[in-house]
């Protein structure tokens, strides 16, 4: 094993102190200070993660779902940024209080990130072997050899093909499934505890998509780590996620477990995301129900309940007082007044449950013994 | 809805379409290698269906868009618009059918002019046409905005002034402004927010049903493509491997490339998702420069033959309307399937 | 490389989006995409000093016949013996920039040279500009070999030593201010070809010129319409720039001899005639070179204002 290039001893080494969860993050505010005045960026988030879970968020753009893992990451610059009020916790200690240094050892040593566009994170003047190891030699010490050893296993492991050539070519030369698969061999290269996903897939191609998602619950299998999953894509968390949190304009809404988020849902703006996605009907179209209107400005939130007025069921107090989170015995919680009212809870959209059979659009037929190499 | 008793509003015969692989003065006019973008294929849209054609990043779905209304000359095949060769007409008759024909595309930012008004934008095809007086013109402007469901006061308001959902809706109703016949619809909607795409998607529907025109709906999503569409065709590589209504295409698909495209969809339902077969391809579609030999999906397709390295399959009949490019289609009988809980 | 760029546009594109939504609640009335630039400009402190300076130094230079010979006597008069007698006065209250050897006040000669040099700029950007813009648009909208034609001759014009090729022009066209501007302006096409050019094909990217010619429009409405307002802006900023450095081309020009002759007052002359007393009587050279520094600065300064005040993706983001 390589020595260590300093005495900084690995958080992610250390036991979770009793009573701690491996992150927590606790009613987490930051607010951007411009010229066009205050915008709440990130508004209240709460939520705990534990060691190979995958907690997935889900939101529109503008729902500060990205924005609040950067905060977490602490890199929002501050100002125009400014944090408000709560902490984030990791094995018990809090990232905010920690020095600049601090955290640059917690990020891709302890916490790791992967990111939307696949083209634009990789440096197209470095070969690919450099990159993924470059986390090593900064985190772990590693010689050169040693790095671009690990970096040739990194990338076998994700599944790319013959990586002891691979590890000696640019990023031009990777398609764009295979530069995320890069992406993600440079996340794991220090075994993080919790790799960040901000739309891992969103510019892939579904067939690609598939195959990169596979390998990300594939990796967690191996190493036990944590993941956040951030995307727009309600397929995608429901392909992936243990915990679900909805976020609209800089608050989440609903945080539960999957099933609950998608069987027992009590925010109606969750209910209008499922009913806005067109369903795979095999008997008859039926129209989708779409959430009226545009997001909020987060500079000039309305009173009350930021989604009131696009909701359907909105009444006067919606407009008039913020709703508290209404948490149930699981820890799943709502943002919304009527949360705990079984007959407005009746409003929710049929589910797959609810009605007791699914098509899968998918025939059985296919024998998947025959389905090539699994990503 | 699809009357195929009818004559085809749009008939696409053996389309082809070629890029200079290498671009640029000298390279691009002497070099042999080109881009296949688009290789022999053929449809038909009826008045009034929602043709969908779907199919991932660069298998030729825009280029089979753009060749159709001339926007690109195709190398080769025909394009007939109401019986008529689009690449035979003159400016004159391009001018006419381009009446007939309008486009909706995918960036709403990119598509609408940033220094004209959203009157301007609007009743430009009307000016182009010379339909109407002005005040005519301004009248059937706020119409239009009214039924794509914008606040016709804001029509001296610029693009920059709206949401993207809100844009698009200002393609849309440019699209509708000279009542056409058909609209090509290049990825309308992937470019918006979950919610507001059900908005778009939901007015189109609707002004589909007012106006009973034609769509061709180009889309990358399946789910999309599957609920607006009456009939859809499944593109890889530059070619169409299979065309059928909706809904047997989703239940009883015939290609491999169909099957892996749907079983790869996440659909947002974790029980569905936990329980059902899944196909992951291997690998990267190959590179249209220079597609595999025979069947162009053999080298990632799960049931490839010693054949479909060698022939090219072509588009049969396997059911009445439903067309499938497999050489082992037959070999492979699917039938509906559900789970049930 | 872990952290490609801490993303802080995550935060200002939330602004951007919440400031164009708050807008679209506010009242009825729009502005307009050059009302906007206005707006903005305005709010651009160098900008307006600079546009100020430039109104200042044209409306003194454009009035200059009605006061300036009556308070401080004419610019060109012949030597006269009581005018040689005021030779070479520093600055004082009387010539407030002092007086050179003729005995002529160095402010009066600025100011009548402030209206050739301005003439100069403007027309021989006028020039440069028409030529530019007819030959980037020829080269960008057809393309093909009108494009390879007309760039390699750009690229000729401007692989010539550009002061050579000038003097080589006015010599053959003969000495005149005219012919200097012409000679200037001529030699300014290709850059202003060059940035109109890719103004263009970068605007012919768009999906709206794509929607327009799908819609039937002709080549001439596509251009009229759609592609030269959206490319205009850049040739607004680069012909201000191109004034500036108009107005320096002559005054190096005048110094070599080649430019404006004397009596004449270009600044580019007075350059020339004050080198020669540039450790006895240094005002000669520093006040037309000061008017020079301040003009062409002024100019530029207003392009740089120009082109923040005229760029729409800064607002759309």
Known sequence: MAKKKNDYVDLKTQPIPEGH???????????????????????????????????????????????THMTIMGLIDMPPGKIEEGDVRYRGRSLLEMSEQEMQHIRGNDIAMIFQDPMTSLNPVYKIGRQVGEGLRLHRGYSKKEALERATELLRLVGIPSPEKRVNEYPHQFSGGMRQRVMIAMALA????????????????VTIQAQIIELMKEMQEKNGNAIIMITHDLGVVADMADKIMVMYAGRPVEFGTADEIFYESRHPY?????????????DEKKPLTPIHGNPPSLVNLPSGCPFAPRCPYAVDICHQKEPEHIVTETGHYSACHFADDPEFLKFAPDTSRSRGKIATGMPDTLDPDLTGGEA | MTDTTKEPLLKVEHLSKEFPAESGMIAGRFSKRVVSAVKDISFEIYPGETFGLVGESGCGKSTTGRSIMRLTNPTAGHVYFEGKDVAQMNSKELKAMRREMQFVFQDPQASLNPRMTIGEIVSEPMVIHGIGTKEERIERVRELLDVVGLN??????????????????????????????LIICDEPVSALDVSIQAQVLNLLKDLQDHFGTAYLFIAHDLSVVQHISDRVAVMYLGKIVEISDWKTLYTEPHHPYTQSLLSAVPVPDPDVQKTRKRIILPGDPPSPIDPPSGCRFHTRCPIAQAVCSEEQPELREVAPGHFCACHCAAVNPIKETSIEL | MLYPSPTQKLGMEATAEAVAQEHDKGSGASRTLWG??????????????????????????????????????????????????????????EHPFGTDVTGRDILVRVIYGARISLTIGLLATAISTAIGLVMGALAAYYGGIWDTIIMRAADIFLAFPYV????????????????????????????????????ILSVKENDYVDAARAMGASDARIIARHIFPNSVASIVVYATMNIGSAILSEAAISFLGMGVQPPNPSWGIMIQDGQAYLMTAPWLMIMPGLAILSTVLAFTLLGDGLRDALDVKMKDA
């Open chain 3, 164 to 199: 050579l090729f000038v003097l080589c022009l006015i010599a053959a066209l003969g000495q005149s201010i005219t012919n200097v501007f012409v000679a200037i302006g001529i030699l300014g096409w290709p850059s202003i070809a060059r940035v109109f050019r890719s103004a």
């Open chain 1, 270 to 282: 969750t209910w209008g995301l499922i009913r806005s996605i067109p369903e795979q009907a095999i």
């Open chain 1, 190 to 205: 220090c075994d993080p505890d919790i790799l960040i996903a901000d739309e891992p897939t969103t510019a892939l191609d």
């Open chain 2, 152 to 181: 016709p006061e804001h029509i001296n308001r610029y693009p920059h002034e709206f949401s993207g959902g809100q844009r698009q809706r200002i393609g849309i109703a440019r699209a509708f402004a000279l009542r056409p016949k």
């Open chain 3, 36 to 93: 906007d630039a206005w707006r903005r400009l305005r709010q651009n402190k160098l900008a307006i000093i600079a546009a100020v300076w430039i109104i200042f130094v044209a409306l003194v230079a454009i009035t200059a016949d009605l006061w300036a010979p009556q308070l401080l006597g004419s610019p060109t008069a012949a030597d006269t013996t009581q005018m040689a007698a005021q030779s070479l006065q520093p600055p004082s209250l």
């Open chain 1, 21 to 67: 969860h491996l992150l927590e993050v606790d009613n987490l505010k930051m607010f951007f200070h411009t010229e066009d005045g205050v915008v709440k960026a990130v508004n209240g988030v709460s939520y705990t993660l534990d060691r190979g879970e995958t907690l997935g968020v889900v939101g529109e753009s503008g729902s500060g779902k990205s924005v």
